[in-house]
Structures are given as C-alpha cells and as structure tokens.
C-alpha cells in the first residue's frame, strides 16, 4: 500500500495518491453493495447461476447451491479448474463477495479443513457469512478489510483463490505481496481475473467508477 500522505503532500511517480485510492474505493463499494443483493443486469457477461455454469463449475455443486450463494455471482472464471483443493487445507479467498467460491471451496476440504474470505464490501462479507451459515458450513470465517491488507498471519494458506478481484485494485502490487506473504511454503494462488489489452479512452480512464466495472 502507499504510505499515508499528509494533506497537500503529492504522491511519488507511479502511485495512486490517497485521496483517489479512497475514492476508488468508495466507488467499488458502492457498486459491489447492488451486487450483493443481485448481480443481474450489472455485468455484460453472465452471472449468477448461468455464469458459474458457463465458467465449468461441477454441475453437482452448483444444483446443491442455496439461491442466494449463487445469485450474486459475478465470477469471470472458476480457478478450480487450475489444481486440486485438498481435503483438511486451509483455503483464503481474496475478495470472497457472497459465498458461493468458499461454499465451493469448504466442499473440497471437508471438515478437517478451513475456508476464510475477505472482500472490501461489507454487505458482502456480511452475506457471505450469512449464506455459509445457512448452508451449514462451519468451518469458516468471513472479515471485512479495508485496503489490499490481509489480516491474516504469514504462512497461514496452502491455498488463496480469486475470481475477478484484483483488476479492481490500483494497488495490485500490494495484493500479490500480501498474498505471497500469507501463502504456505509450497502453497498455490489460483485466480481468475481480466486484463486490459488496450489503452482506454480518457474519458474512462479517468473515472473512479471504470475500477468498479
């Protein structure tokens, strides 16, 4: 993360200055808190129950799914499909929103393991435990962050997964380091997420609300 700045301070080549970190933020949140009650209509690509059919999820899982795990999906891949989640691992997911990856997740590592998530949104840590609770997990833990932090100790994960996060971050710097930190000796970051292939226009790149997109 960028170190705190005082008022009237500018940021150094290549940061993102404070002021526009906390906007961008609040932009995010805004967004992912409509999405935390549907994210019909939100995205132009599927969501909800079409898109995790579509990213390859196990079918099986999916029909299991309680609605309300599912139709807040807005996942761009299924890093599930990138190696095997074993059973009695401790798994972090890095932008958790209402569930459904760590419901998936919590499936694989059966009882003798662990399944947390983090997310920026606070609506939707708040669901993500609610969902899990009622589809009855037990071993997890769900924590509303504020920044690309993970409050978490070192070495705490075999595995961290992620599903279209952290293109959100300015920061991703900050995101991959503190991942690697949490991160097992041996551990695996399996990850779905976009890639800018070209420049936007000014226009957008300019907005706080195009980090939200």
Known sequence: MNKPETSGTSAQPGETPPQDLNEIRRAIQKKYTEVSLSAAGKFQYPTGKEGASGQGYDHAVIEGALSNLLESFCG????????????????????????????????????????????????????????????????????????????????????????????????????FKEIYRVLKPGGRFQFADVMLEKELPPAMSGSVEAWSQ
């Open 76 to 175: 761009v891949g299924n890093p599930f499909s990138l190696g095997e989640i074993k059973p009695g691992e401790a798994v972090l997911d890095f932008g958790c929103g209402v569930g459904f990856d760590l419901y998936v997740a919590s499936r694989l590592v059966g009882e003798s393991g662990r399944v947390c998530g983090i997310d920026l949104t606070e609506d939707m840590a708040k669901k993500a435990g609610e969902n899990l609770t009622q589809a009855g997990i037990a071993n997890f833990e769900i924590k509303h962050v504020h920044s690309e932090t993970i409050p978490y100790d070192d070495n705490s994960f075999d595995v961290v997964i992620s599903n279209g996060v952290i293109n959100l971050s300015p920061c991703k710097q900050e995101c």
